[in-house]
């Protein structure tokens, strides 16, 4: 006969006294196209089915939003994130897994953008009970979380430090297996000259963006009225 484990992380199919343990941690995430047309926010990662957990424990990672800076000139350094969330890890369940790095776009007219760092990075996958021994022959896995994809990153002059990494994959037990889990696929960083996006003129005489936000860290750039 066939059942399908509690967790919903993995199956196991028990044919007389023999049972077979499939490898089913989480799949990574995908890369979306990069296209000014259609800007993609970062999907959330899955969350693992439990049923000995409590809490947030296996939810998946939140995704990563859409950041926009249309600048007249820029200086000065700064950070720009649109990451996705690590997803949560598990006891004696399945793993969340994490979410997907959003869109970024950097735009300036004039000055330079060589001391702002831009990242649209996909988060890692949560581990599933990863204090467990691991049993013989990792009967006591569970399924890991898959990484996030990374996200998209479009800039129109050179210079900012750029990246759109992967989300690597949770592991299982103290022998850190990825049971199955995959990591996630590398995000895009477009080629080429960024010349326009669409959308109104900055009206403002100057515009300072210096706060803070758990997920989020602004650069600081000056707009300025023509």
């Known amino acids: 006969f066939f059942f399908k484990a509690e967790d919903g992380i993995r199956d196991t ?9 499939f490898r089913s941690g989480g799949f ?40 926009i800076i249309r600048a007249g000139q ?11 969330g690590a997803g949560m890890a598990s006891d004696n369940d399945g793993a969340g897994g994490g979410g997907a790095g959003g869109t970024v776009i950097v735009m300036t007219a004039s000055g330079t953008l060589s001391g702002v760092s831009v990242s649209a990075s996909g988060g890692n996958g949560g581990n599933a009970w990863p204090a467990q021994a691991p049993g013989t022959n990792n009967s006591a896995a569970h399924g890991p979380g898959g990484g996030g994809g990374g996200g998209i990153v479009h800039t129109n002059v050179a210079g900012a430090s750029v990246t759109a990494a992967n989300g690597t994959n949770g592991t299982s037990t103290t022998n850190v ?48 009225k023509k």
Request: overall charge positive; hydrophobic content about 30%; charged content about 10%.
């Open 74 to 84: 820029s200086a000065g350094t700064g950070t720009v994130t649109a990451n996705g």
């Open 177 to 224: 297996v990825a049971f199955g889990a995959q990591p996630g696929v590398t995000g895009t960083v477009p080629g080429g000259v960024l010349t326009g996006v669409q959308g109104a003129r900055e009206d403002r005489k100057s515009t300072r963006l210096n706060s803070s936000h758990r997920c989020i860290s602004y650069a600081v750039f000056c707009l300025k």
């Open 13 to 21: 199919s028990v044919t007389g006294v023999q049972t077979v343990l």
């Open 28 to 67: 990574g995430g995908k890369a979306a196209p990069a296209s000014l047309s259609a800007l993609f926010m970062g999907g959330g990662g899955g969350s693992g089915s439990r049923n000995n957990g409590s809490g947030v424990q296996g939810s998946g990672g939140a995704g990563g939003g859409i950041v």
